[in-house]
């Protein structure tokens, strides 16, 4: 997810239903809504988010809620390709662009 208020700033988690957990971030008393952008379907979304969070840990970075659990310093374009590269073992249909 990106967010037009936090240039350079992604969410990346992982979500059974990444409609339905828009909506639950959207609604949450947000400023500025939060748009999904991408979702890679995976046979192991626990690992491979681990998986990212772990590699840009350096880079992650508190929310306006006070905590920073799934928000990076990243472009959206970088994040895209560490997904990928990330959960290239996990893979399990087509990447979907919202």
């Known amino acids: 997810m990106t967010n037009d208020a936090y240039p350079g700033l992604c969410k990346i988690g992982k979500a059974v239903n990444p409609s339905d957990r828009i ?14 952008r991408y979702a890679l379907p995976v046979t192991n979304d626990y690992k491979v988010e681990n998986l ?9 970075r508190d929310s306006d809620q006070g905590h920073g659990r799934e928000f990076f310093e990243v472009e959206y374009e970088a994040a895209v390709r560490i997904l990928e590269y990330l959960g290239k073992d996990f893979i399990d249909g087509d990447p979907i662009v919202y």
């Open 52 to 60: 990212v969070h772990r590699h840009l840990a350096s880079v992650r």
């Open 23 to 36: 909506n639950q971030v959207n609604g949450a008393g947000t400023v500025s809504e939060w748009t999904l």
